[in-house]
């Protein structure tokens, strides 16, 4: 049978990308070590030089540049994405995410247990 997918648009890519770089976020050490704090580091900036949205990655290229990625722990560098992404959401006019609830989405799930 023929493929019927189409080829993912501008928010296909941003939330299929936001899910893989928030969940690695999510599964980064809370005690890195310093090549993989420098992984981190390189994966993060070579995605500003090479993410597929010719916009998105100018944006993501300055970004990375005033505010370099902080890779020093799990926590770290969860927050630090989370403001880069809000920085994308209030720029495209849509409400910031509150950081304090970054585990409800991309880590443990919440409490109540409605994701177990
Ligand atoms: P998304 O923004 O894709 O978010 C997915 C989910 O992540 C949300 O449903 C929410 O549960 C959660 N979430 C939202 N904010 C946060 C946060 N701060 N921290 C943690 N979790 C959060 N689009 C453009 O039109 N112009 C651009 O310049 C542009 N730049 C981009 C740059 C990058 C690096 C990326 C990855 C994407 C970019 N996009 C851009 C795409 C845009 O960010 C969205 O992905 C797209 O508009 C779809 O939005 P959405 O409302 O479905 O949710």
Not at 94 to 106: E, I, M, N, T, V
């Amino acid at each position: 049978p023929q493929n019927k997918e189409c080829p993912p648009d501008r928010e296909d890519l941003g939330r299929a990308t936001w899910t893989f770089l928030h969940t690695m976020a999510d599964h980064f050490p809370e005690r890195p070590n310093l090549q993989q704090q420098h992984k981190a580091y390189t994966l993060l900036t070579n995605l500003a030089d090479l993410y597929p949205c010719g916009e998105c990655a100018e944006h993501l290229q300055v970004e990375v540049k005033n505010n370099p990625p902080d890779t020093r722990s799990r926590s770290l560098l969860s927050q630090w994405l989370c403001g880069v992404h809000n920085n994308v959401n209030v720029r495209l006019g849509k409400d910031a995410f509150d950081c304090s609830l970054l585990g409800d989405r991309w880590g443990e799930g919440p409490s109540d247990g409605s994701c177990d």
